[in-house]
């Protein structure tokens, strides 16, 4: 079963006031913690609480990565359908307008990997300020 020391086996009954419950709530919402029992536990014990926030002013960066995200992925889809055909095609010269093909869509990489570094300062510059 386990070790009885761990067993939650005592119950302890208390009053808080209404100021301390709304606290212990909130901290319960925020930390993800199933229970008011399990935070008054965790700091009864000293453990970390951790608390998750939500920040809706990251609501647009996050849809503008999840969009250049599906963009790299259907680039990456191109690529591989140019580079299938490159290897069945045998002229030369067919395979020469593949290479072309490949050399423009590595172009759209670029370009989406430069935007992902602006964003990705500019995340930095506000993680690193609080």
Request: charged content about 30%.
């Amino acid at each position: 079963m386990g070790n009885p020391e761990e067993l939650l086996s005592h119950n302890i009954i208390i009053r808080v006031t209404e100021s301390l419950f709304n606290k212990l709530e909130k901290l319960r919402k925020e930390s993800g913690v199933l229970s008011i029992a399990d935070v008054c536990r965790k700091i009864l014990q000293n453990q970390k609480i951790k608390l998750f926030t939500y920040d809706a002013t990251m609501n647009p960066v996050m849809e503008e990565l999840a969009l250049i995200r599906k963009e790299l992925k259907a680039i990456g889809i191109n690529i591989n359908q140019i580079t299938r055909h490159f290897n069945a095609d045998k002229v030369e010269t067919h395979r020469g307008f593949y290479a072309l093909k490949v050399a423009d869509q590595y172009k759209k990489v670029d370009e989406r990997v430069e935007i992902l570094l602006k964003i990705i300062s500019k995340l930095a510059e506000k993680w690193l300020q609080e």
